[in-house]
Structures are given as C-alpha cells and as structure tokens.
C-alpha cells in the first residue's frame, strides 16, 4: 500500500500549550477555559482600573466576577465608534509608552479615523506569533518575499520581517506591488520560495505571469495571502498559475494584526487563542449563535497593555467548524471570511449577496485581474454596474452575463425589483495594480 501523507500538526498547538503552561500530557482545552478565564478577569480588572473609557463602561459590571466564560456575555459590547470617537479614552498606559500608533480610515467623508495604540510589548506579542503562524510553511534558509506594507517600524511587513528572521530565514522586504514586471524580476533574482501578499495584487500578478509565458522563472513554494478575505477562484487560480500552496491568514489591527493561519489541512483558521478570546453572535440580537452556526466574530484581548480591546464586534461573518482538524490538533478553527455584515446587500430577511459572490464568478474567468462593483437604487428598478479590468482583451460578455445570474440573490433581486447588470469591460498594460484593502460593493 502507498504511504499515508501526514498532515502535520499546525505550530499553533505547541504555542499555545506553552504560552498557557499546559503539559503535553494534560487536556489542553480545559487548561485552556481555565486560562482564557484567568486572563479576561485580569484584562477586566486591568482596563477598568486604567481606561477611562472602560471605567465608565463596565461601571456596573466591576464588582461581578467572571465564573465561567458565558458570563462575558454580560458585559457590553466594544464598536468601531468608540475607537472613532475615544480612541485615546481608551488606553491604559501613558502615551509615552506607546510605540506604534496606526491610523485606519473609515468609510464616509464625515467619520473620524481609527486610531489603535501599541506598546513595544504588545508588538512583540505580534512578532511572536507572526513566527509560529509562518513556521507552518517556512523553514530555515527559505527566501521569503514580503508584498505588504513595510517601509515604517511596527507596521506590518516591518515585524514580519522581524518574524522571519528569528524563524533563520530571509526576508525581503518588498512592499506592496507598484510595478508588477519589476515584482516578478525581483521574485525571480531573488530566488524567493515563499510570499506573503495581498491576494487581489497577487491575481493580477500571476495572470500577468502567464500572460508572459512564465518569464522570468519563479521559484515560489508556498504563498500566504494576508490583508483581504480569499476567494476559492483566486486560490484555484493561484495555485494552477504559480503552482505553489497557498496558505490563509485572517487578521485586523485591532486585533494586533494577527489573528489566525490555516495548517497544511488547508480548512479554516487555527487562531491566536493565547492572546484573543472569541465569540460568534448573532449581528441582530448580540446574542451568542449555537456551536457551528454562523455570525459576527467578536473578540477580546487577553494579552495586550497599550489599548486593550472588551469584545470588540468585528463586522466579520464566519463560524466555528464542527469537529477535529486533520491536523490533530484539538484547537478549534475559524471557518474562512467571506464577507463582513456592513458589506452585505439585502435582498430580503433571508437572502443577500455580498463582493464575494462576485468574486468567485469573476476572477475564475482567465484574464480578469481585477473590477469593481456599484448599486444603484432607481425610482422603479436597481441597477448593478460592473467595471472589468482584462489583462489583454476584452471578454465576451455574454458569458459573464450567464455566469453572474447563476448568483441565486441576482436572480431574486432581478424578480423582485427589475434588477439591471450593466458591464464595462477595460483592458489594461502592466501598469496597472489593483488597490491594496477591503474590498465591497458600492451602494448609491
């Protein structure tokens, strides 16, 4: 009989069996609800005696211990306004211990920034998990390409630079792609074996690559994909084109960028539990959603001293799966992203559709490397417009137009409100690169 190929055991697991001091031999899951439980306490009691924000927040919550983890339920939720609105209200330390401010722009001309707060202690909790989550598929000597923001310390491509090199491999810190004939010679001069990008640059990047005939030749192995949600077509397309194994991460800043990887298993996240404690719920009611179901991802800080952060609501959808990893870890994963409830287009109480089913339509079709999609709301009929971006020539539309009604919520929204696709197809050189960022639907 042909040998068995093993899955090995996502680094993850030995990581967090040491951050929570549990034996090999022990139960790491019931250490772990002891654990989390410890740390929630210590980060309540932590932020209600050094935030103002949290202080007056939890006001009538202080006196009430945690028993069990369902009793953090009790306590109110953490939004995106409140960073918006008392960002600085919310730190626990002096601002002259901060060593990384991030801004992050919000949706609409009138809403403030977000501003997240770090210590170096709590950007070195990053960098170390930053190192586990990338020894799933890196190895000492491995050359690997960092297609992120990087230019200033702290950021994100700046401490996984830091990550790789304590893992005894070499970063090369690119940056995001501004010239995709430039990225892909640099790819090959350096002999890069492993990459983390951005996955829509990465699209364009690799339909340009074959558009080119494979020249100059890469070397790349394993890809990570970080930044954006990825769709199943642009990680088919990833791994016919580069042929190389893509890897997913799923992280925010506020979660301190790093949130969860998948394992060689490649079916959902092994996440950040030693440092993060999360939740699903219901988006409507707040209410936590039964094992396996799906809903809002929301998260707690355990370990973080800067601009600790009480079950922050996400936006993002996704669930708990049921069952093992065939890792053999016991840790449990986080279903894979694809949308965030803000970026949902209603159709009714039931049904929506959201950037992602376009995506999975769109960027499977050979020489789209990127569009952008808009609704518009008319008197008596609403009408959808799709800009193309081709990497040579312009698609017969036709075909789109077949594929997109395969989407069951276009077919609805066509029944029920005289829905209209309207395409517009551009070719493009290689001086074109898709934005770097979250991606949606436009509504008007």
């Avoid at 019931?30 to 210590?42: F, G, I, T, V």
């Avoid at 310390?153 to 792609?177: F, N, Y």
């Avoid at 996955?199 to 074959?210: H, K, N, T, V």
């Avoid at 355990?302 to 009480?310: A, D, S």
Wanted: charged share 20%.
């Amino acid at each position: 009989m042909p040998a068995q190929h093993v899955i090995p055991k996502t680094p993850l697991d030995q990581w967090i069996m040491m951050k929570i001091n549990s034996r090999p031999d022990s139960l790491i899951n019931q250490r772990l609800d002891e654990y989390q439980l410890e740390k929630l306490q210590e980060t309540i009691d932590f932020v209600y005696n050094n935030s103002p924000f949290y202080h007056d927040r939890l006001r009538d919550f202080a006196e009430h211990k945690l028993t069990c983890l369902n009793d953090l339920t009790r306590l109110p939720f953490t939004i995106q306004e409140d960073i918006e609105a008392s960002a600085l209200q919310m730190l626990c330390v002096s601002q002259s211990d901060i060593s990384r401010v991030v801004t992050l722009d919000t949706s609409g001309t009138t809403r403030k920034p977000k501003r997240l707060y770090f210590t170096r202690e709590d950007q070195e909790l990053t960098v170390d998990f930053f190192k586990t989550g990338m020894s799933t598929f890196t190895e000492q000597g491995d050359h690997v390409m960092i297609l992120l923001p990087g230019e200033r310390p702290g950021s994100v491509g700046d401490l996984l630079a830091v990550s790789i090199e304590r893992l005894g491999a070499i970063p090369i810190k690119h940056g995001i792609i501004h010239s995709i004939p430039e990225t892909i010679q640099i790819l090959a001069d350096t002999k890069a074996n492993v990459a983390v990008g951005i996955p829509i640059q990465m699209i364009a990047l690799a339909r340009y690559y074959e558009q080119n005939n494979y020249n100059p030749k890469l070397t790349l192995q394993r890809l990570l994909v970080s930044t954006d949600y990825l769709p199943n077509a642009v990680r088919s397309e990833l791994q016919r084109i580069l042929g190389c194994e893509i890897f997913d991460h799923y992280g925010m800043t506020e979660m301190g960028l790093g949130g969860g990887v998948e394992c060689c298993a490649h079916n959902g996240y092994h996440m950040r539990e030693a440092d993060l404690f999360f939740e699903i719920i219901d988006p409507q009611t707040g209410k936590t959603v039964p094992y396996g179901n799906y809903g809002e991802v929301v998260f707690t800080t355990l370990t973080r001293n800067g601009m600790p952060l009480i079950r922050y609501r996400t936006g993002d959808l996704s669930r708990i799966i049921p069952g093992t990893c065939q890792c053999g870890t016991s840790l449990y994963r986080l279903d894979y992203i694809k949308t965030r409830n803000s970026g949902r287009i209603q159709i009714d109480d039931e049904c929506y559709f959201s950037i992602s089913d376009l995506d999975e339509i769109l960027l499977a079709i050979p020489g789209i490397v990127d569009f952008s999609a808009k609704i518009f709301y008319q008197t008596s009929s609403v009408l959808l417009k799709i800009e193309i971006i081709t990497m040579e020539k312009p698609i017969p539309k036709t075909s789109i137009y077949e594929s997109l009604y395969t989407i069951p919520a276009i077919n609805i929204l066509k029944k029920k409100s005289g829905l209209t696709i309207l395409i517009e197809s551009f070719t493009c050189n290689n001086t074109y690169i898709p934005k770097a960022g979250k991606r949606k639907i436009l509504v008007s």
